[in-house]
């Protein structure tokens, strides 16, 4: 089941179109890794599916819910977001803060509650600290926290690990995958750091330009990722008839001149193939796409 | 709602500007109070009254433009701006309140911040004015906001005045929330919300003034050319009557010319008497019994003063809370 499903969704700003018919599919229990360049409008959707701001055209169903549904309100305090900034109040302490939240939201927690919140975010030790003197990494923790003070069922966090260090981007992931698996939070998160979500994503939407460009799981990413022979040459028709020659079924041609070849060749038989094909070598290495390859080819075809 | 309510209280009970705001207030109400009972040392013989009284300071306080009253406005507006920049605006959305919601928990909580402001200066004001002066209803002072006149404060007047201010802070604060909803930064916020409140003070009140200097010309004129036609009726000689004759119709032009003049400052000077939501309280008649002058509101003011203001609370609110609903938030 999808706990988010947006139907031909479009924003647009100053009557330039930044969200162009955008149809996404989130599985519940999923972390959805949100991927895409800067002014992709990644954010603009979150902004879009957490009500920050209205669909030009276009429709979402959140908890099967439609946009325009009046019931969404409610189904909406399962929700918790960072969308762009974390929103902390700076003269109050993180306890505080967490009351604040706690007011609004509706729900309280114990001191104890509050100290265990803390420390999921390794903030335990700030005391009465004011927020206006944490650090940006304190502060990115201290809104991760508040935004589970509600016990929500579906989280938005946008570019959450800026500002940590790596120590504490590898807890955040750690608290990511513990609420995932052992609360069953649906999170859907944005990150320039693609190597950090491929360590945490179970599925992906790729963006460009306002566009999906696609939606896969983490399984068939890995296995579009796999191992390969790229080898450039200088003449790339002789070189294809060559390879097919050799027996290869899974290549790609790219128009830059490099072949990757998927199937389970030795080097030294695709040299000797080539060779004996009069195409001269000029490159030739074993590599294993990474997602971050994968995306830039993604993009690039995209255009 | 009540969430959010509480949300917004406990904020600003953390908050060291409100606290400042309050100890501000006292201060100023003391310092105000502490200088009419010096400018009474020096007048209340000459003029045969008590300038300072408790009554005096009770009515006299409660003007949005005059001393602290304009630092409530801007304090609240400064309180909301807050909200957006923030960010908590921003949650609250996300947790599922609808804006409306939201709106009118940002209105409510204004108002109720804009009391609690108004009416600690007030009651400072009002409690060291009698200790300095007494609070005895039937003595002569200073009556209405500062410079409007002298008289014996009522008790209806005063229960009047206080309801009628209480309506036009209403009008005041609806107007502080939707320039700052709009505006959503404090910069272009302060200026507009000060220019709007006392620019119609002041245009109202300049109006009124050009209202009765119109009609006291017209009044002179008009008495001038009664003793014209009077005279040239008693003048038989056909050369002086004939002069009458020209003077009657140079006066007979300027009146039609300060006639035409009348017509358009009444309407200016109408229309912004049922723009400014301080009227009522600027402006404290008199009626004289005996050696002495009354305050007193008459119930047009009165009643038409409420209503005005609750419908441009109600404009105020509900256009806020459209545009809050339509624009999104960054």
Do not use: W
Not at chain 1, 168 to 180: C, K, M, Q, S
Not at chain 2, 6 to 16: L, Q
Not at chain 2, 42 to 59: A, H, K, N
Request: some cysteine.
């Amino acid at each position: 089941m999808n706990l988010i499903t947006t139907n031909e969704l479009c924003k647009t700003y100053s009557k330039k179109l930044v969200i162009d018919h955008v149809n996404m599919h989130i599985p519940e229990g999923s972390i959805y890794g949100f991927v895409g360049e800067n002014g992709s409008g990644k954010t603009t959707i979150m902004r879009l599916l957490t009500g920050l701001a209205e669909p030009t055209s276009g429709t979402y169903e959140l908890f099967g819910l439609k946009n325009n549904d009046p019931r969404i309100f409610e189904k909406r305090k399962n929700i918790s977001a960072i969308v762009e900034r974390i929103s902390l109040i700076p003269n109050l302490t993180a306890k505080q803060n967490i009351r604040y939240y706690e007011l609004y939201t509706g729900r309280t927690l114990t001191e104890e509650e509050k100290d265990e919140l803390l420390k999921k975010v390794n903030l335990q030790d700030v005391g009465n600290k004011k927020v206006r003197n944490f650090s940006l990494g304190m502060r990115q923790r201290l809104g991760i926290a508040l935004a589970l003070v509600s016990n929500p069922k579906l989280m938005f966090l946008d570019e959450p690990m800026n500002g940590l260090d790596p120590e504490g981007i590898a807890e955040l992931r750690d608290l990511l995958i513990e609420l995932n698996q052992k609360d069953g939070i649906t999170v859907l998160i944005s990150s320039h750091i693609l190597s950090e979500l491929e360590k945490i994503a179970t599925c992906y939407g790729f963006i460009s330009h306002g566009k999906i460009i696609e939606e896969i799981t983490a399984q068939e990413l890995k296995d579009r990722c796999r191992k390969s022979l790229m080898v450039k040459v200088d003449d790339v028709e002789k070189a294809e008839k060559a390879i097919k020659e050799l027996g290869a079924k899974d290549y790609k041609v790219s128009p830059t001149g490099e072949i990757r070849i998927y199937d389970n060749f030795k080097i030294k038989d695709v040299m000797a193939g080539l060779d004996a094909a009069g195409v001269n070598i000029l490159a030739i290495n074993s590599s294993e796409e990474s997602v971050e390859e994968y995306y830039l080819n993604l993009i690039k075809e995209g255009k | 709602m009540s969430r959010l309510l509480k949300s917004f209280f406990y904020k600003v009970s953390k908050d060291i500007t409100f606290r400042i705001t309050l100890i501000v207030g006292v201060g100023v109400a003391v310092f105000m109070t502490l200088l009419y009972f010096v400018i009474g040392l020096f007048m209340d013989e000459q003029m045969e009254m008590t300038t300072l009284t408790g009554q005096s300071m009770l009515v006299g306080s409660f003007s949005p433009v005059q001393s602290f009253g304009f630092a409530i406005p801007i304090n609240i507006a400064v309180f909301i701006v807050l909200e957006f920049t923030q960010g908590t605006i921003r949650n609250k959305i996300i947790a599922g309140y609808s804006k409306f919601k939201i709106y009118a928990s940002l209105f409510i909580s204004g108002l109720a911040l804009a009391f609690a402001l108004l009416l600690t200066y007030v009651a400072t004001c009002t409690l060291f004015g009698a200790i300095f002066g007494g609070f005895d209803l039937s003595v002569t002072t200073m009556a209405g906001m500062s410079g409007i006149g002298t008289g014996v404060i009522t008790a209806e007047y005063i229960i009047k005045y206080v309801i009628l201010a209480l309506f036009s802070y209403c009008t005041i604060i609806a107007f502080s929330v939707f320039i700052a909803t709009l505006c959503r930064n404090i910069g272009p916020c302060i200026p507009l919300i000060l220019i709007t409140i006392f620019g119609i003070y002041y245009l109202t009140m300049l109006f009124g003034v050009a209202v009765s200097t119109v009609n006291s010309i017209m009044d002179a004129s008009q008495n001038a050319l009664v003793e014209l036609k009077e005279a040239m009726a008693q003048e038989t000689n056909p050369n002086a009557i004939a002069a009458y004759e020209e003077q009657i119709a140079e006066v007979e032009k300027t009146i039609a010319g300060t006639q035409s003049t009348y017509d358009t400052v009444n309407i200016i000077a109408s229309i912004l008497k049922c723009v400014d939501p301080q009227y009522g309280l600027a402006n404290t008649d008199f009626i004289r019994e005996g050696d002495k002058s009354f305050t007193v509101m008459d119930n047009l003011t009165f009643f038409g003063g409420i209503g005005g203001n609750l419908a441009f609370t109600a404009a105020f609110f509900f256009g806020g809370a459209c545009l809050f609903k339509k624009r999104d938030i960054k």
